[in-house]
């Protein structure tokens, strides 16, 4: 059986994940990367 | 050639490594002992811990985790649309171009020594172990599983990640007196995990990416509709299997050209004595071709 991917898939996957990003900016998910990143996570190097 | 291109990738996984690893005043004795800039809003698209003194970027599977964990049990959507972003364009090529735990692995596998070839019957089912790490350490657990103050732990990061302990652990406790005297059993647990990491990397090729990296798995569920793909030209093709002979991700191409174990390294490319193989990017009037790992029978 042939199975086609059309092209215009991966484009409307790459707009919907473009637009989950934005919508995770949106609502503050960045602040909480940056404030987990910036402290050093003891149970990451084992130490938790 | 073929040595040329090789050196060539060496050179941008290290230099990748290197420059996202560039915050030297954290190899520094000394307060902060980790970079705390406004880069580290910004994920790495490779396993980098973002506790690592010289971390820049922040680590996307602890930072999807750190989303998941929190009190108010968010779905990451900034993360998980970054990397979906990622895989959508390249798929697993950040696996094999700019993850410096990747490249540690790999010269790890060029000590010479005789190399292990995992017995396929324990080879595929173990390469499904990543997938679980994904849905299970990584979305699952820190999502579901509450401590009695509401808030969930980084499960992978925890438990298993052998990255964290190698560019964030190993170099802070060596740094800072007052870690070294907290040290228990995680800590010990963790570094058993490492070390059997490093031997298995001696003797298997990229043994960490082929069983166990969430961030792989993810990618590679994106390699059949990546814009960036593998493909093989069949008139071309002699099919003497020298660029499955090649592939240490144990891929045969002429197969599967883009199977999600494909880390698109191109050693398959440069090893093809037809130039059969190449790397290319979807195009509109592509949609309309069979794609080719739908016409053969499908194998890792």
Sequence with gaps: ?48 | MVKKAAAFRKFIQAGWGILTNAYVKGFLPGDPPIYKGPLKQFCVPGMNCYSCPGALGSCPIGSMQAVFDGRHRKFAFYVVGYLSLIGLIVGRFVCGWLCLFGLIQELLYKIPTPKLKVPEAIDKPLRYLKYVMLFVMVFALPFFVRSEYGVGAPFFCKYICPVGTLEGGIPLVLLNDAMRGTLGWLFRWKFLLLILCVLASIFIYRPFCKYICPLGAFYGLFQKVSLVRMQVDENACVNCGLCAKTCKMNVDPRKNPNSCECIRCRECINACPKNALSMIIREKKAADQPIQEGLRKESI
């Design chain 1, 1 to 48: 059986m042939t199975r086609k991917i059309p092209i215009q898939a991966t484009i409307g996957l790459i707009l919907v994940a473009i637009a989950s990003m934005a919508f995770g900016i949106y609502r503050g998910e960045v602040e909480i990367v940056l404030m987990k990143a910036i402290n050093i996570c003891m149970e990451c190097i084992g130490l938790g």
